[in-house]
């Protein structure tokens, strides 16, 4: 009889003790599909927002707002923008662009005499264009966009609450100007947003960005250009690289790409290599099941291994087929793991995955919703299966070299 033969019989001859070995294989690679699909959503998650919201795959900046950032300078504006938009949207590697001026305020609630005052963060867009670059179909869950050259919001879902304003309210903001002085404009409410980030949900308002310009004194200038870009035209950095030679402005400029803006975007591609070693312990363990239950098939029997000795048997051949044993549990183990880590992924990959939103509150910076879509990797998948295999046969092979090294007349008296 050919060994791998007798190896399939031992395995169907003791089942429980084969689905104990096979089950913790199951459930490593499982776990482990799962958490590569949540890691490969959670990243792209980041990079949709970022891009969308926060960082653009690339911005254009004044050379110095950066440096005073946090004294919100108003006045390092971008002037003529328009043709900078032209020489940017001519980049075959640019999918979209939009112009924005982003301002802090504060709005009073219940009328502009109230002392109860709630914080926002407000964005001039160009409603014309700005649907090609960020989803509205998603976040407009109520009304419509704002007509340009109007006194027309939309209002954050989280922060009309705040304001306690409904469709057609009427509220008031005021900030500091490019004149770095302040000015007051009201607002009517004509859309509701509801952002995939809670924080930005809290703060946001988005109004034309021609109504913006004349609200803060910035006339036919734009405070960034933010850029997205095809993956597949170029990486991020020479894209960026590119723009900042072709691009000329009567100020400075700062043309970068979002992972030196936002230092969390190369820390998580950093933190997949972690993955990676976190997979290998998650299988290391499990394989240790399997260790202990091949060591104790060797000495439940003993007498069988001398009796296959005793026929002719070869050290070589033991060790073969003890490790087929396994290898077969680990293939069987680890397919069955994978399906159920596919079909889990796939489930909450539809449904979305909301057992971190509070892990992840506080952490608007980084641009992670409160739902996150797992997605499938293919590569990683068949990683998974091949790290399953030569963990788990590579852990067998110690103790079936010892079964080996048992002699027949050893194994019989045992």
Do not use: C
């Not at 300078?73 to 938009?85: S, V």
């Not at 060591?295 to 439940?300: D, G, L, W, Y």
């Not at 009796?307 to 290898?327: C, P, R, S």
């Not at 990683?380 to 590579?394: H, P």
């Amino acid at each position: 009889m050919k060994i791998y033969k007798i190896a399939l019989r031992n395995i169907s001859r003791n089942k429980r003790r084969s689905l104990l070995s096979a089950s913790a294989i199951t459930i490593a690679a499982a776990a482990i599909v799962f958490m590569f699909g949540l890691f490969a959503g959670l990243l792209k998650d980041m990079q949709t927002n970022l891009w969308t919201y926060m960082t653009g795959a690339v911005r254009v900046r004044h050379a110095d707002f950066d440096k005073y950032e946090r004294l919100n300078p108003m006045h390092l504006a971008i002037p003529g923008y328009e043709e900078l938009l032209a020489v940017i949207e001519a980049d075959p590697a640019v999918t979209a662009a939009s112009p924005r001026i982003n301002f802090p305020g504060r709005v009073p609630v219940g009328g502009i005499a109230s002392d109860q005052k709630v914080n926002i963060m407000g964005t001039g867009v160009n409603f014309g264009s700005e649907p090609t670059y960020q989803d509205y179909q998603q976040t407009l869950i109520e009304g419509r966009l704002p007509k340009m050259g109007t006194r027309e919001a939309l209002v954050g879902q989280a922060l009309a609450k705040k304001l306690k304003a409904d469709m057609g309210d009427k509220f008031t903001v005021l900030s500091q100007s490019g004149s770095r002085g302040s000015n007051a404009y009201t607002f009517t409410v004509v859309g509701i947003l509801a952002l995939p980030v809670s924080g930005l949900n809290t703060v946001m308002v988005q109004i034309p960005l021609d109504t913006a310009q004349r609200f803060l004194w910035l006339p036919n200038q734009v405070q960034e250009i933010l850029i997205k870009t095809d993956p597949k035209k170029g990486k991020t950095e020479s894209i960026a690289a590119r723009l900042s030679a072709v691009l000329q402005s009567e100020v400075p400029l700062n043309v970068m790409n979002y992972e030196e803006v936002n230092g969390m975007a190369a820390m998580m591609e950093l933190a997949s290599v972690t993955y990676d070693i976190i997979a290998v312990i998650f299988f290391l363990l499990a394989s240790t099941v399997i260790i202990n239950t091949t060591i104790m098939v060797i000495f439940e029997r003993m007498k069988e291994i001398g009796t296959l000795g005793a026929m002719g048997m070869t050290g070589k051949q033991l060790v073969k087929l003890f490790f087929l044993e396994a290898l077969f549990i680990s293939i069987a183990g680890a397919f069955v793991g994978i399906l159920l880590g596919m079909g889990i992924t796939g489930y909450l990959g539809r449904a979305g995955f909301t057992a971190m939103s509070e892990a992840m509150e506080g952490m608007d910076s980084m641009g992670i919703s409160s739902v996150i879509y797992p997605q499938l990797n293919f590569k990683s998948t068949v990683m998974v299966f091949i790290y399953s295999l030569m963990i788990t046969g590579l852990a067998t092979w110690w103790p079936s070299r010892r079964a080996a090294k048992i002699t027949p007349v050893e194994a019989l008296r045992g």
